[in-house]
């Protein structure tokens, strides 16, 4: 086998054994023990800092310049110690102690770090490089994070200059062909991340550790090999590396993809071989040791409060944290989907009842699904205060029946991260959205109340059949489990009142609209139909497609300039490629639309020629709260029937809509006085206003 591909596979069988073993969590309750720390030697609290490969210079004279507006921020003691690449290198002119050795110009990065660890005296200790800069408040903010349980803090590298330039976070993750690395950060935010290496140059180390880590110093050439021995060693023992974006630093040589096949292996994100790793790789004896370290010891300690860890099957990010918070109550809520993006009527209610919910609870947010987010997305979510995704995937097909549903949801994953997440965090309330996760149901272990969010409820009192009985039977059994019931519609908290009785409380609150996002612009005009219902909620294809069966031709023969743009969610498009209703003139089919408010602007009309649908729909209020008229059947008016708002036209079925969208096309006065008479009515849906009504309800349960 030629060496290039030994190399190779090596080291992708590095990264997936490295990320593996960094993606486990220790068991409840024995979160805070560290196995095999490295001792502690006496030395006193401070920072030492390090310039390596030193050379009297404009560089030289930068990176001072930069550390003493730096240690003028930092209230602690500092020494720094100039390992010199030059004989005889001038004590340099600075406000604290300096140390200079020398070296050999050509010694290796390893080996000028063996120099320094030698001369420095304070616990934490910081190799930079000669020319780089700090930021005039990084070291405050990096000694502010500190903790027994931190190997690293590393730096946010300023000034980037490409998508594959370094930034100071590298973390390993699963790919499509394995465990790969990643060198940029998951999101552009203000608080600490958890991540795998700590690199040199940009990060304060614990100088005991270090110390003891870099002791087969004689194996590396080139940092890489440094950088990845220490993810093991901190692996085994227990320690993580913090990635501190507020902490700034701007590197002397931006580093930069030197070949074609480096470049390619990024884009693919697979793992490539840095600068001297085969001389790593020719020592058999380091390598299986620290293969070895990493597949044995499976399991890292928790890290502090403050960190996100990372598990195999579960990554938590904890979004939000302040004192002012601690003495708020905790609220879980459970999904068995995505919570964002907002492409979907649940998303969205859940997004916009959790900005209002966290102004007097602390929210943690137990997602499955998880593999489905993107890093992005996060950035959104940082009101949570606690983020559990669950990193399985779930390739099965939807069910159909109540029963299937809660018993292909109600996973593993999801059990397992909800009792972990009630024993560490003792909530108030326990919150399942959907009817799919009423399985989840438990006994009280700490006095939580137990909440299930129905967002559409499927009892069918009117059913002869005995299988759709014993499923309802089954259901009624679930929630008879609860403290409570929310309800989205008057509708369906009458069915749910009639099938429970009074012996649960049960609590309505409605799909509501954000006034300020769905703002009336101007009067319609033109013959634009809109349809906006992602295509995984069955109703909402077979609804479009009865229209466009029906309806769309007629319509067309009638007003040859009418359009129709159907908004179908992710995946919906590939669903519609040989369907021939789909591709009628006028007809346009998109796939995820985030502009929905930009989207209704554009049109004349909104329809929603669903049927058979509980729960209320929300796309019918935003509508009206965006001054557009709604032509829809009375299914997809649930919610807002008894109010008769004058911009939601009901039809008795879909064939009946056809007259109604002729006349409102050909009438634009009376279509511009309905589009105006609502704001009453839309008011009344506010979010603001839901979410008071769901923190009544938690009060009242815990009274």
Not at 58 to 67: M, N
Not at 70 to 75: K, L, M, S, T, V
Not at 438 to 460: C, M, T
Not at 540 to 559: D, M, T
Request: with cysteine; hydrophobic share 40%.
């Amino acid at each position: 086998m030629p060496a290039t591909s030994r190399i190779a596979r090596s080291w992708s069988l590095f990264w997936e054994v490295l990320g593996r073993g960094l993606a486990a969590t220790v068991r409840p309750g024995r979160s805070d023990r560290l196995r095999h720390r490295p001792p502690k030697t006496g030395r006193p609290a401070g920072i030492s800092i390090g310039i390596l490969t030193a050379r009297p210079g404009p560089e030289l004279e930068a990176t001072l310049e930069s550390l003493d507006r730096a240690i003028g921020e930092f209230d602690g003691p500092v020494e720094l110690v100039i390992v010199a690449t030059v004989p005889d290198l001038p004590e340099p002119q600075f406000k604290h102690p300096v140390g200079v050795c020398s070296v050999a110009a050509d010694a290796t990065p390893a080996a000028m770090l063996g120099v320094m660890l030698q001369a420095v005296r304070y616990d934490w200790c910081f190799p930079l490089q000669c020319g780089s800069r700090l930021d005039s408040g990084a070291l405050a903010e990096l000694w502010r994070w500190r903790d027994r349980r931190l190997f690293a803090l590393s730096c946010r590298v300023g000034k980037v200059p490409a998508v594959t330039g370094p930034t100071g976070y590298m973390d390993c993750v699963e790919t499509v062909t394995g465990y790969g690395p990643v060198v940029r950060p998951p999101l552009d935010l203000q608080y600490p991340v958890h991540h795998a290496v700590a690199q040199l140059g940009l990060s304060l180390f614990d100088t005991d550790c270090l110390v003891s880590f870099t002791r087969p110093a004689w194996v590396y050439d080139q940092p890489g090999g440094l950088e990845l021995e220490w993810a093991v060693q901190s692996a085994k023992s227990g320690l993580g590396s913090l990635f501190v974006p507020a902490a700034k630093i701007v590197l002397a040589e931006p580093v930069s993809i030197q070949s074609d096949s480096e470049q390619a292996v990024l884009r693919n994100r697979l793992p490539a071989p840095p600068p001297g790793l085969g001389v790593w790789l020719n020592r058999p004896r380091p390598v299986r040791r620290a293969l070895s370290l990493v597949a044995t010891r499976r399991r890292i300690a928790r890290l502090p409060g403050r960190l996100p860890v990372s598990t195999e099957k579960v990554r938590v990010w904890r979004l939000r944290e302040s004192a002012s918070r601690e003495q708020l109550p905790w609220v879980i809520w459970v999904t068995p989907y995505r919570l964002y993006p907002l492409l979907h009527g649940g998303a969205r209610r859940m997004y916009e009842l959790s900005l209002q919910l966290t102004e007097n609870y602390r929210l943690a947010v137990i997602s499955d699904e998880g593999l489905d987010y993107c890093p992005d997305d996060l950035l959104a979510l940082a009101h949570i205060d606690e983020l559990h995704l669950i990193m399985e995937r779930n390739d099965r097909p939807i069910a159909t029946r109540s029963t299937h549903r809660i018993h292909e949801h109600c996973n593993d994953g999801l059990q397992q991260q909800l009792e972990r997440s009630i024993h560490r965090l003792r909530p108030a309330a326990v919150d399942l959205q959907y009817e799919e996760l009423l399985g989840l149901v438990r006994p009280p272990r700490y006095g939580e109340r137990w909440i299930a969010s129905l967002h559409d409820v499927n009892f069918d009192t009117l059913s002869a059949d005995a299988g759709q009985s014993r499923i309802d039977a089954y259901v009624e059994r679930l929630l008879k489990r609860t403290s409570g019931i929310i309800a989205c519609s008057p509708e369906d908290r009458a069915l749910l009142t009639g099938v429970i009785g009074n012996k649960i409380p049960i609590a309505l609150v409605e799909n509501g609209v954000n006034r300020n996002e769905f703002r009336r612009i101007r009067p319609s005009t033109g013959d634009h139909l809109v349809f906006v219902g992602p295509f995984r909620y069955g109703p909402n294809i077979h609804g479009i497609r009865r229209f466009l069966q029906r309806v769309y031709p007629r319509l067309l023969e009638q007003r040859p300039t009418v359009s129709l743009s159907v908004v179908t969610g992710d995946g919906g498009p590939a669903q519609t490629v040989a369907d021939p209703l789909f591709r009628q003139p006028g007809v346009r089919v998109i796939g995820a639309e985030r502009d929905v408010p930009g989207l209704l602007a554009a049109s004349t009309l909104q329809i929603n020629p669903v049927e058979g649908v509980r729960g209320s729909c929300l796309k019918t209020i935003e509508t009206l709260a965006a001054g557009r008229v709604c032509v829809a059947t009375e299914d997809a008016a649930r919610g807002l029937l008894h109010l008769k708002p004058p911009g939601l036209v009901c039809c008795k079925s879909v064939d009946a809509m056809l007259p109604v969208l002729l006349e409102l096309l050909q009438d634009t006065e009376r279509r511009h006085r309905l589009e105006t008479a609502n704001d009453e009515i839309v008011a009344s849906f506010d979010w603001s206003v839901q979410g008071r009504r769901l923190q009544d309800f938690y009060r009242r349960l815990r009274a």
